[in-house]
Nanobody, 126 residues
């Protein structure tokens, strides 16, 4: 069992930056790939990006390239999502998910993940 806790969300003005954290406990975190997703009110959970277990490979949704960067520090059992040049449409609850093995679903698919955090709210004001 892996427990994930997201933090770092809050209220930020347009053009600002935030760094979200996804802290893990319960298992060897370096065994897990981690994806970031977000969910705005009334919308489905949307894939942002993914980082492999070692941190050497990342993948992003095409529309998210450039403003968002995922990194990890396995010594701290934490994955980060750096968000820059924030826009009002980035307002959402941001979730991280962890997966240990490939289960037939690609990293951009919700079903690929075994564990989820509760999310952290990001609100971008204009």
């Amino acid at each position: 069992q892996v427990q994930l806790v997201e933090s770092g969300g809050g209220l930020v003005q347009v053009g600002g930056s935030l760094r979200l954290s996804c802290a893990a406990s319960g298992h060897t975190f370096s065994d897990y790939g981690v994806g970031w997703f977000r969910q705005a009110p009334g919308k489905e959970r949307e894939f942002m990006g993914y980082i492999d277990r070692s941190g050497t490979s990342t993948a992003y949704a095409e529309s998210k390239k450039g403003r968002f960067t995922i990194s990890r520090d396995n010594a701290k059992n934490t994955v980060y999502l750096q968000m820059n040049s924030l826009k009002p449409e980035d307002t959402a609850v941001y979730h991280c998910g962890a997966r240990k093995f490939y289960s037939g679903y690609d990293h951009y698919d919700l079903r690929a993940y075994d564990y989820w955090g509760q999310g952290t709210q990001v609100t971008v004001s204009s």
